[in-house]
């Protein structure tokens, strides 16, 4: 009789599993100097602790906080392989993250003597000379029908969810064609996208057939961290500043912002898009119209 197959179960550090609540319930004053009851995001500080050497506070929402470390190591390349991880034990009474390692993280002082303090929500940090890495990685080609792009934008709408409630953060998905593999929220879209990262990492995840949303302007280190974690696609509500625009045309990542509805820009890749499900043109009065009406309905106190 043949013996079963035995299924290698990937490495996991030992790891704490200390994710909190998101939000804290407040009661604040509206317009009409009314008591309203309501949410509001909770934002906690976690500095990090490697090797019981002090590297950097982060700013979180303390939901996923051993993703978000696992990421933004990997991201940072400060530990490049998983199985150098001993344990990551993460202790919100002293606001601090213990990570031991199997062996000491070499040219780590190098690594961290070069640090640039990005434009994300919070003041992302990115340390190391991650241009370089860059230069090494080559992304799949992807291609991708508008139809989808608005599906999985129909999709990404039932998320948010502190948000909706508090308001406050930003969100990003990690997806595969009109499926979401996982949604994260933080106080920074630095975070959530490293805690996205640290999901990866963790469960061998490829990147190559996914799309990356966020709820954030596509900035440099926003492109920078999707490229390294292999994703081709970045797909994003908001806008795009030049530098990221500059190193996705260097990287060959699909940068696709304002995305809205049946609203898009694609700023870089559009030769990789199937433009299968042109809307309707609006005459300009009637799209006059149809914001207007928007804008009162939005306005409208609920019911």
């Known amino acids: 009789m043949d013996q079963p197959t035995r299924v290698e179960q990937p490495y996991r550090p030992v790891m704490t599993n200390a994710g909190l609540d998101s939000t ?12 309203v009851n309501g949410n509001i995001a909770v934002e906690r500080a976690l500095t990090i602790y490697l ?6 506070t982060l700013m979180t929402l303390g939901n996923h906080p051993e993703l978000l470390i696992l990421g933004w190591l990997h991201n940072q390349r400060i530990v490049r392989d998983i199985h150098q991880l001993k344990s990551i034990q993460v202790d919100w009474e002293t606001e601090s993250v213990a990570i ?34 860059l230069d090494k990685i080559r ?11 608005y599906q999985l934008l129909d999709t990404l709408n039932a998320h948010n969810e502190i ?49 990356f949303y966020t709820t954030g302007r596509l900035t440099s280190e926003m492109v920078i961290k999707v490229a390294l974690m292999g994703i ?7 806008g795009a500043t030049q530098m990221g625009l500059d190193i996705a045309r260097k990287m060959g990542v699909v940068l696709i912002a304002r995305a ?3 609203h898009f820009m694609v700023y870089n890749g559009h030769q990789d898009i199937d433009f299968d499900a042109i809307p309707v043109r ?22």
Not at 24 to 35: A, R
Not at 139 to 149: E, F, H, V, Y
Not at 181 to 189: A, H, K, N, P, Y
Not at 282 to 300: C, G, I, V, Y
């Open 232 to 238: 081709p696609v970045l797909l994003s509500r908001s």
């Open 163 to 211: 948000y909706q409630r508090a308001g406050a953060v930003h969100g990003c998905a990690l997806c595969q064609n009109t499926h979401i593999e996982l949604f994260i929220e933080d106080v920074g879209r630095h975070n959530a996208v490293d805690a996205i990262a640290g999901h990866m990492w963790l469960n061998r995840l490829s990147g190559a057939d996914k799309v």
């Open 100 to 133: 031991t390692t199997h062996s000491k993280v070499d040219d780590l002082d190098n690594k961290l003597n070069h640090k640039t303090v990005t434009t994300g929500c919070g003041q992302g940090t990115v340390y190391g000379n991650l241009m370089e890495e």
């Open 282 to 303: 609006l005459p300009a009065s009637q799209k006059l119209n149809t914001r207007q009406s928007a804008k009162m309905d939005h306005e409208q106190p609920a019911g």
């Open 260 to 262: 809205k509805g049946k």
């Open 51 to 56: 090797d019981k050497r002090e590297i950097v």
């Open 24 to 35: 804290s319930e407040v009661i604040g004053l509206n317009e009409f100097n009314e008591e």
């Open 139 to 149: 992304l799949a080609r992807p291609r991708l029908k508008q139809s989808m792009i």
